[in-house]
């Protein structure tokens, strides 16, 4: 057996254990029904073409010697350079025809045959203008973080649901027995969940929330997919203010944009029960912390739960430390030992198809930003 053959069987083993190989790609095992799909304008088809001679790859992030071994072995052809930092990256960026890892204005401006960056991260909202307008390929690593930060959505449902963050945590600190309570103990079982964004985060936690819980879940994006069976309704986002007054629970899983920035503002704030609550995993720059705050003091919704916040770190006298109601994470939800597994097979999968002239994984529209 080849090399490659065990990358791309271990590139699916190591996503296959939460399901999301199964997100990467339309299965025909994952839909409802041929008349479930969402049509909409279609994603451009961008190829990245391979150099005829060695391909030169930069990689200035931190990798173990086996996993630098992995990505080098993936594809064919492969020069793979491992730097010092980034500063040595800036230095030798002319010579690159791929970059693997985190890139900044100063390197793409010095990198004159650059085809394709492999992105660090998910978002691309912090990248530079400069790669964003630039006519190399971008990849990212969505979807591989998504399950450990669908569990996370859970966690946020379960406490906030079951009085744990309100009541129980803190009493326990106070070392305190007492039935009292500040909010009613409810359960998930069929409630309804709706979805901003079903992409990774998106469906690893429907598929959660269905199987788990029995929920009800609806769901809005503006790309074209198909319908999974655990997703009672997916519809573009005309659809959301008909869904807000629906949820018990809203969660935000959409990327940051300028047509998302603060989309969750007192409009929808003021139109979700007062017993639902509000989570958000991906973006801080997607909420208006201030809508969020007085919805929180006044009543508005019952509870929230937020991994991310805008800036971050939070500072100490921002208004959203002194809301009842509320759990802060310091963006840790994407943290677990099999992120860095995903991570490296991920980029093993893509140098592997990119030095075959294959169609890569997680290509990023730059004009849309996701």
Same mark, same amino acid.
């Given at each position: 057996m080849s090399k490659n053959s065990i990358t791309r069987r271990d590139f699916v083993t190591s996503l296959a254990v939460s399901g999301t190989a199964a997100t990467l790609s339309a299965v025909p095992s994952a839909l409802a029904a041929p008349n479930d799909a969402v049509v909409v304008e279609s994603f451009p088809v961008v190829e990245a073409r391979p150099s005829n001679g060695p391909i030169k790859i930069l990689c200035a992030e931190r990798l173990a010697p086996e996993e630098v071994e992995k990505i080098r072995s993936a594809g064919k052809n492969i020069d793979l350079i491992m730097l010092r930092d980034r500063s040595e990256l800036k230095q030798r960026a002319g010579e690159a025809e791929v970059i693997l890892g985190v890139v900044d204005r100063e390197t793409v401006l010095k990198a004159s045959n650059l085809k394709w960056v492999q992105n660090w991260a998910a978002g691309v909202d912090t990248l530079p203008?400069?790669?964003?307008?630039?006519?190399?390929?971008?990849?990212n690593m969505q979807r591989i973080y998504a399950p450990v930060i669908a569990e996370t959505a859970v966690g946020f449902m379960l406490s906030l649901a079951r009085g744990l963050a309100q009541d129980s945590i803190p009493r326990f600190r106070e070392r305190k027995w007492t039935?009292?309570?500040? !909010? =009613?103990?409810? @359960?998930?079982?069929q409630k309804t969940l709706v979805l901003v964004g079903l992409g990774g985060?998106?469906?690893?936690t429907a598929r959660r929330a269905h199987y788990g819980f029995e929920m009800k879940v609806l769901a809005v994006d503006?790309?074209?997919?198909?319908?999974?069976?655990?997703?009672a309704e997916?519809?573009?986002?005309?659809?959301?203010?008909?869904? !807000? =007054?629906?949820? @018990?629970?809203?969660m935000s899983a959409a990327p940051l944009t300028k047509e998302t920035r603060k989309m969750f503002n007192e409009n929808i704030f003021g139109k979700m029960k007062k017993s639902a609550y509000f989570i958000n995993v991906t973006r801080g720059g997607l909420v208006d912390q201030a809508a969020l705050a007085r919805a929180l003091k006044e009543g508005w919704i019952q509870g929230a739960g937020l991994d991310v916040t805008d800036p971050e770190p939070l500072p100490a006298e921002d208004p959203l430390w002194d809301c009842p109601h509320l759990i802060i994470t310091p963006h840790n939800s994407g943290d677990a030992p099999i992120r860095q597994k995903r991570h490296v097979a991920l980029v093993a999968e893509n140098v592997r198809r990119y030095s075959s002239g294959l169609p890569?994984?997680?290509?990023?529209?730059?004009?849309?930003?996701?």
């Open positions: 203008r400069e790669l964003m307008q630039h006519p190399c390929v971008l990849t039935r009292e309570k500040s !909010v =009613p103990l409810v @359960d998930l079982y985060i998106g469906t690893e503006p790309k074209p997919l198909p319908k999974p069976q655990f997703v997916l519809h573009d986002p005309g659809w959301l203010m008909e869904m !807000v =007054p629906q949820a @018990d629970i809203l890569m994984l997680n290509v990023v529209d730059k004009a849309r930003g996701y």
